[in-house]
């Protein structure tokens, strides 16, 4: 089965003109990958990279369409917070290695995340119709709906459900940002 790029899922739902064939569409292609991109694309995160496009060679490969899905973990490095270590000459190079890496699709998913584009493409209702409190955050005095995981469920499933769960994905962001500063100061002890 061939895998949908990042960037062509985004595109499809963009060009889709029906709200609903949009919810579809994301739901059809449900993965912690795609859920990345749109906290990445609704959520008030800092890049540290310079406005515009770089100049970079498209990728020439037909077969890339899944690299995104796994350079998603390197995205920190692009991001305010993530490694203030990374020179910033360093941090563009390797971004435009990681558009030289992807889809041309993807590459342009990224540019757009990067300057906030995103969001004036789709709206923030068919995300949350979609993928009910993702992006959603608990205010506080309010507690968190019971967890409707079962014991029978696949580990998909219950990820799914997880990722939801606005309490959870916000434990999630606080341990990722605890490995970032992790990482940093053990790069700080090492260099002393």
Same mark, same amino acid.
């Given at each position: ?18 709200? *609903? +064939?949009?919810? =579809?569409? /994301? ?6 990958? #795609?859920?990345?991109? !749109? &906290? ?39 991001? *305010? +917070?993530?490694? =203030?270590? /990374? ?6 190079? #390797?971004?435009?290695? !990681? &558009? ?93």
């Amino acid at each position: 089965m061939r895998v949908n790029s990042l960037g062509d899922i985004i595109e499809e739902v963009i060009k889709t003109p029906e709200n *609903k +064939d949009k919810v =579809d569409i /994301l739901r059809r292609n449900d993965h912690p990958g #795609l859920r990345s991109i !749109l &906290l990445l694309a609704f959520n008030d995160f800092e890049w540290v990279l310079s406005k515009g496009t770089p100049r970079y060679t498209p990728c020439p490969h037909l077969d890339c369409e899944g690299v995104l899905y796994n350079e998603l973990k390197r995205i920190y490095l692009f991001l *305010k +917070d993530g490694n =203030d270590d /990374l020179e910033p000459a360093r941090r563009e190079v #390797l971004f435009i290695q !990681l &558009l030289e890496s992807v889809t041309p699709s993807d590459a342009r998913l990224l540019l757009d995340l990067k300057d906030k584009k995103i969001p004036n493409k789709i709206h923030i209702e068919i995300v949350e119709e979609a993928f009910p409190g993702l992006l959603n955050i608990v205010k506080c005095g309010q507690s968190a709906p019971p967890s409707p995981i079962k014991e029978t469920m696949t580990r998909s499933e219950k990820t799914k459900l997880k990722w939801a769960d606005p309490v959870w994905r916000a434990r999630q962001i606080e341990i990722f940002k605890k490995r970032v500063y992790k990482k940093k100061e053990e790069k700080e002890v090492i260099h002393e």
